[in-house]
């Protein structure tokens, strides 16, 4: 095979761990695609600048084993705090979380919201499948309203979380969500995401076939990835508003786009101070 | 008198499920529960019996084990039979609640599909989960099959909510050993289980009529005295035990005992071992004895509180007894189980070799053979007269 012809993302790979163990026809790989898609745009040859921290669910399969770089594989729900302390730790690394919505927005709710205020200086990218997918199709907080899943058989009663308008309202430099079947902008916004300073937050709605299709009877990923390709693009400085997600109206662009100090900027003046 | 054959239903569930069906029997008020591997069925399946109109409880699909703890506690408070499911890193999540649910005196009912702890992630079974939570003043109980772990879970209510007791019970199973794996279980009808338990009465709830503060401060002036309190109740616990399990076996046939005993009468060494192992422990001995070798069996159900005459009774004066293990307290003397063992034996006449084996970490198998390796050494340090504290067995070393 010349150069040419093998995948720009597979320098990035470990070729030992391939391939993914994620089902036919998972979001989860183009969602790596579009990450890797965004570090190749940006110039790097390799992972050396970068750690990444995942937590537990499908989304957290992503960067680890898979990226050829350090990752940290911690445990479900906290994988922002501990990329918080790595990037206290190390602010010369670029960290990045890339984990799932059970893992980030469920159990991990918390430190989401709060890394956001602190505009602490992280990528974090989301994995969103409206689903507890590892664990077999659960009902989370991304689930949409009336959703029948394994845990809300009978459809499920509460709403879900805009993920998107909840970071950009905590407090985030740079909030976007596209979804697998907008690859391209997806990459762009990440590129734009690394090289942003603070909280920056991209969501990524990605297809479950085997858990979130099958149990809401959504269809399969072809199906799923048409859906998301329907879904309307924000119009630049539109009003945020407030609305609950539901399978039509979950819009996609930009939420946040702003330049605050960010959290190790605000430590540092704060020492000048001193 | 036991219940007719013909009104008994029987089916082939998976751990988990005889589970589910159990909680679907026991007229839960509220269960609230979030996923995690191998414990999730438990809640998927009752969530069916929700959605079926087979029970009448609110299920709170909450978004943590912290959540699902504190849920339980509360909804507790106000007088209502609660449950919860989890399992390693999720009843971890819990521990901070776990404390405050047996002090409180919460008669929750924690059914928990035994798993390893993080880190590196697993999901098979071990009990390191179970002995995190030893000393939070949950009663504990582990169960060897499904038809146990159904019986179980519907005496853990009546125990849990006896007066002299009111405090919560944890019913384990191994992980994907016995929650996922289908046997025969015998179902009672539900009027039964209903006139078995009855309704909660509960003894201080929270009601407006007579509005109380749960949980406040209480520093160096009483916070001793509700331990102390909370000791005493779980103390009560063989009593109280053995009085449900009377009661129980007057409608199954069926009990289990705080330990159960096999071949221990007159055997000079004895395996014990908690939950599936039991089930390969038995096999081994009945193999052991066809060729002469005096070998009996504890399988250890109750392990808090920790049954200590029975289990000294029981061993009697054999000359060694093998502790089979599932989790280490790293650095400790011994392992936990070993560690009760030698506790339980330091006053007893008859002091035999205690021998410590630490198995089947993070589902590594235990066959047979590792039973049998164990024997061997065990025969090795009777006749040398010495042994050492504990062993790992089954590992690359
Ligand atoms: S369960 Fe869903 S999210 Fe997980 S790997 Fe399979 S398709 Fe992807």
Same mark, same amino acid.
């Given at each position: 095979?010349?150069?040419?012809?093998?995948?720009? @993302?597979?320098?990035?790979?470990?070729?030992?761990?391939?391939?993914?163990?994620?089902?036919?026809?998972?979001?989860?790989?183009?969602?790596?695609?579009?990450?890797?898609?965004?570090?190749?745009?940006?110039?790097?040859?390799?992972?050396?600048?970068?750690?990444?921290?995942?937590?537990?669910?499908?989304?957290?399969?992503?960067?680890?084993?898979?990226?050829?770089?350090?990752?940290?594989?911690?445990?479900?729900?906290?994988?922002?705090?501990? @990329?918080?302390?790595?990037?206290?730790?190390?602010?010369?690394?670029?960290?990045?979380?890339?984990?799932?919505?059970?893992?980030?927005?469920?159990?991990?709710?918390?430190?989401?919201?709060?890394?956001?205020?602190?505009?602490?200086?992280?990528?974090?990218?989301?994995?969103?499948?409206?689903? $507890?997918?590892?664990?077999?199709?659960?009902?989370?907080?991304?689930?949409?309203?009336?959703?029948?899943?394994?845990?809300?058989? $009978?459809?499920?009663?509460?709403?879900?979380?805009?993920?998107?308008?909840?970071?950009?309202?905590?407090? @985030?430099?740079?909030?976007?969500?596209?979804?697998?079947?907008?690859?391209?902008?997806?990459?762009?916004?990440?590129?734009?995401?690394?090289?942003?300073?603070?909280?920056?937050?991209?969501?990524?709605?990605?297809?479950?076939?085997?858990? $979130?299709?099958?149990?809401?009877?959504?269809?399969?990923?072809?199906?799923?990835?048409?859906?998301?390709?329907?879904?309307?693009?924000?119009?630049?400085?539109?009003?945020?508003?407030?609305?609950?997600?539901?399978?039509?109206?979950?819009?996609?662009?930009?939420?946040?786009?702003?330049?605050?100090?960010?959290?190790?900027?605000?430590?540092?003046?704060?020492?000048?101070?001193? | 008198?036991?219940?007719?054959?013909?009104?008994?239903?029987?089916?082939?569930?998976?751990?988990?499920?005889?589970?589910?069906?159990?909680?679907?029997?026991?007229?839960?008020?509220?269960?609230?529960?979030?996923?995690?591997?191998?414990?999730?069925?438990?809640? +998927?399946?009752?969530?069916?019996?929700?959605?079926?109109?087979?029970?009448?409880?609110?299920?709170?699909?909450?978004?943590?084990?912290?959540?699902?703890?504190?849920?339980?506690?509360?909804?507790?408070?106000?007088?209502?039979?609660?449950?919860?499911?989890?399992?390693?890193?999720? &009843?971890?999540?819990?521990?901070?609640?776990?404390?405050?649910?047996? %002090?409180?005196?919460?008669?929750?009912?924690?059914?928990?599909?035994?798993?390893?702890?993080?880190?590196?992630?697993?999901?098979?079974?071990?009990?390191?989960?179970?002995?995190?939570?030893?000393? %939070?003043?949950?009663?504990?109980?582990?169960?060897?099959?499904?038809?146990?772990?159904?019986?179980?879970?519907?005496?853990?209510?009546?125990?849990?909510?006896?007066?002299?007791?009111?405090?919560?019970?944890?019913?384990?199973?191994?992980?994907?050993? &016995? %929650?996922?794996?289908?046997?025969?279980?015998?179902?009672?009808?539900?009027?039964?289980?209903?006139?078995?338990?009855?309704?909660?009465?509960?003894?201080?709830?929270?009601?407006?009529?007579?509005?109380?503060?749960?949980?406040?401060?209480? &520093?160096?002036?009483?916070?001793?005295?509700?331990?102390?309190?909370?000791?005493?109740?779980?103390?009560?616990?063989?009593?109280?035990?053995?009085?449900?399990?009377?009661?129980?076996?007057?409608?199954?046939?069926?009990?289990?005992?705080?330990?159960?005993?096999?071949?221990?009468?007159?055997?000079?060494?004895?395996?014990?071992?908690?939950?599936?192992?039991?089930?390969?422990?038995?096999?081994?001995?009945?193999?052991?004895?066809?060729?002469?070798?005096?070998?009996?069996?504890?399988?250890?159900?109750?392990?808090?509180?920790?049954?200590? +005459?029975?289990?000294?009774?029981?061993?009697?004066?054999?000359?060694?007894?093998?502790?089979?293990?599932?989790?280490?307290?790293?650095?400790?003397?011994?392992?936990?189980?070993?560690?009760?063992?030698?506790?339980?034996?330091? +006053?007893?006449?008859?002091?035999?070799?205690?021998?410590?084996?630490?198995?089947?970490?993070?589902?590594?198998?235990?066959?047979?053979?590792?039973?049998?390796?164990?024997?061997?050494?065990?025969?090795?340090?009777?006749?040398?007269?010495?042994?050492?504290?504990?062993?790992?067995?089954?590992?690359?070393?």
């Amino acid at each position: 095979m010349t150069e040419s012809q093998i995948h720009f @993302a597979r320098q990035f790979l470990r070729e030992e761990a391939l391939p993914s163990p994620f089902c036919p026809g998972c979001g989860n790989g183009i969602v790596t695609n579009s990450f890797l898609k965004a570090v190749n745009d940006l110039g790097h040859s390799d992972l050396r600048k970068f750690a990444f921290v995942s937590g537990i669910g499908c989304g957290a399969w992503i960067p680890s084993p898979h990226f050829k770089a350090d990752t940290l594989h911690t445990t479900h729900g906290r994988a922002v705090a501990f @990329a918080t302390g790595l990037k206290a730790a190390n602010p010369e690394l670029e960290v990045v979380v890339i984990s799932g919505d059970g893992d980030l927005a469920a159990i991990g709710g918390n430190h989401l919201i709060h890394a956001a205020r602190r505009n602490m200086d992280l990528t974090v990218i989301c994995a969103n499948n409206w689903i $507890y997918g590892m664990t077999g199709g659960q009902v989370g907080p991304t689930t949409f309203t009336g959703d029948r899943t394994t845990t809300s058989p $009978y459809g499920n009663p509460e709403r879900p979380f805009d993920l998107a308008r909840l970071v950009a309202a905590s407090g @985030a430099n740079f909030v976007a969500r596209w979804t697998t079947a907008h690859p391209i902008p997806a990459a762009r916004a990440i590129r734009t995401a690394l090289e942003r300073r603070g909280f920056s937050f991209i969501e990524m709605l990605s297809q479950c076939p085997t858990a $979130y299709g099958r149990r809401t009877k959504s269809g399969d990923a072809v199906d799923m990835i048409k859906w998301m390709k329907s879904l309307p693009v924000r119009k630049k400085d539109e009003p945020l508003g407030h609305r609950v997600p539901t399978k039509d109206l979950l819009d996609l662009g930009v939420f946040a786009d702003r330049d605050e100090p960010s959290f190790l900027q605000s430590m540092e003046k704060m020492k000048e101070q001193i | 008198m036991t219940v007719a054959k013909d009104k008994i239903s029987i089916e082939g569930l998976t751990g988990d499920a005889a589970i589910a069906h159990a909680l679907k029997q026991c007229d839960l008020d509220v269960l609230a529960a979030y996923p995690i591997t191998p414990q999730t069925i438990i809640v +998927e399946d009752f969530q069916k019996f929700a959605a079926d109109g087979e029970v009448q409880t609110a299920v709170i699909p909450v978004e943590s084990e912290h959540s699902a703890m504190s849920a339980c506690v509360g909804a507790s408070a106000t007088g209502a039979r609660v449950a919860t499911a989890s399992a390693s890193a999720g &009843l971890a999540l819990m521990w901070e609640i776990l404390y405050c649910a047996a %002090s409180m005196r919460m008669p929750i009912v924690f059914t928990v599909a035994n798993r390893a702890l993080s880190a590196p992630i697993n999901i098979h079974n071990d009990h390191s989960d179970g002995m995190g939570m030893r000393d %939070s003043g949950f009663v504990q109980l582990y169960c060897q099959s499904s038809q146990e772990a159904y019986d179980t879970t519907i005496m853990a209510f009546k125990i849990a909510e006896d007066h002299d007791i009111l405090l919560p019970v944890m019913v384990g199973i191994d992980g994907f050993i &016995l %929650s996922h794996n289908v046997e025969r279980v015998e179902m009672l009808p539900t009027d039964v289980v209903t006139d078995f338990l009855g309704i909660r009465e509960p003894v201080q709830p929270l009601h407006p009529d007579k509005p109380i503060t749960m949980g406040p401060l209480a &520093l160096t002036d009483y916070y001793f005295e509700f331990k102390e309190q909370q000791d005493r109740a779980i103390q009560e616990v063989p009593k109280i035990y053995k009085k449900v399990e009377k009661e129980f076996e007057k409608l199954t046939g069926r009990s289990y005992g705080m330990i159960e005993e096999y071949k221990t009468d007159d055997a000079e060494i004895i395996i014990l071992a908690m939950s599936t192992m039991g089930g390969t422990a038995k096999a081994v001995a009945d193999v052991l004895r066809e060729k002469g070798e005096k070998v009996g069996v504890i399988r250890l159900k109750m392990f808090r509180p920790f049954p200590v +005459e029975e289990i000294c009774k029981a061993i009697g004066d054999a000359k060694a007894v093998m502790i089979f293990e599932k989790a280490m307290s790293f650095g400790a003397v011994t392992h936990p189980l070993a560690m009760e063992i030698r506790s339980a034996l330091y +006053e007893a006449e008859n002091r035999p070799m205690v021998l410590d084996f630490v198995v089947g970490l993070g589902g590594r198998d235990v066959p047979p053979t590792t039973f049998v390796e164990g024997y061997e050494k065990t025969k090795k340090y009777l006749e040398k007269g010495e042994a050492p504290l504990y062993e790992t067995l089954g590992v690359r070393k």
